[in-house]
């Protein structure tokens, strides 16, 4: 994992503001005429030469990189006091900080181990629940009229009815679908995107490989994919690990050197 804070980074940072602001103030009678910015305090910063304005962006710059930082462990229940971070900054820039380099490379090496730590149990108990939900939606699904489970754990549901060709797994398949989370969270669709999708068929995660040989050209079938037939442990943005699937599939084509109609 990458670190949240780059000791290297900071010291450089710092380092180069303070080259700034040791810098002598040109007197006033050679200054060019003054930029004028609104801050975010409501007071007006003059810049009076490219080195001032030049000074103020690695302020701001070294404060959005800061905000991010600090930002990442708040939302896994770290919270890093912003009060001390400035404390921090002060005591460099006045010479006199209270961890040398050791200890400050020591403190943050502790911090990203934490950080570490605390994202895996979260997203091994995410993992956990989202792998409970599912069998809890599975078991549910099952009882419903028309309902098939293959011995796989696939289960289906005949939403439209055809008489047409099956497909073989090594066919490719032009098919309409729309994809979703248990909850009803949709991640993908053929439709939003206006054109139907074509693969071939045993290129796609086993769920589908599975369940859409089951289906004749011009059927619609419901499929509810366990996650072992799905993305498994993966974790996505869109996907979280140990997801159950809920996809609505129309079977349009099978491509055979020559397309079905």
């Known amino acids: 994992m990458k670190s949240i804070f780059k000791v290297s980074l900071l010291a450089a940072t710092v380092a180069l503001a303070a080259g700034c602001q040791k810098e002598e103030e040109p007197k006033t009678e050679a200054a060019p005429a003054v930029e004028q910015v609104q801050a975010e305090t409501g007071k007006a910063v003059h810049f009076k030469t490219e080195d001032d304005k030049a000074a103020y ?18 939302e896994i229940g770290i919270t890093l006091n912003k009060d001390l971070v400035l404390k921090g900054i002060e005591h460099v820039f006045a ?8 200890e400050t490379r020591a403190a943050l090496e502790a911090l990203d181990k934490r950080v570490a730590e605390t994202m895996q149990k979260q997203a091994a108990e995410k993992a956990e629940a989202a792998k409970s939900e599912g069998d809890n939606f599975r078991t549910e699904f099952e009882k419903q009229d028309g309902v098939v489970k293959t011995e796989s754990g696939l289960l289906y549901q005949v939403m439209t009815k055809a008489e047409g060709e099956q497909p ?3 066919d490719t398949v032009q098919v309409h679908y729309k994809g979703t989370l248990i909850d009803g969270t949709q991640f993908d669709s053929s439709y939003d995107r206006g054109e139907p999708a074509t693969f071939p068929l045993n290129r796609v995660i086993p769920g589908w490989t599975e369940g859409v040989q089951l289906m004749p050209v ?6 509810v994919i ?12 869109t996907i979280p690990a140990n997801s159950t699937l809920v996809f609505e599939v129309e079977l349009l084509n099978i491509d055979n050197g020559e397309a079905t109609q």
């Open 226 to 237: 366990p996650p072992e037939l799905a993305y498994g442990e993966q974790d996505t943005p």
């Open 95 to 102: 010479g006199n900080p209270e961890l040398n380099e050791e």
């Open 218 to 223: 011009g059927s619609k079938f419901k499929f």
């Open 57 to 74: 962006a690695i302020g701001v710059s070294f404060a959005n990189y800061l905000n991010t930082s600090l930002d990442k462990p708040n």
């Open 168 to 170: 073989k797994d090594t």
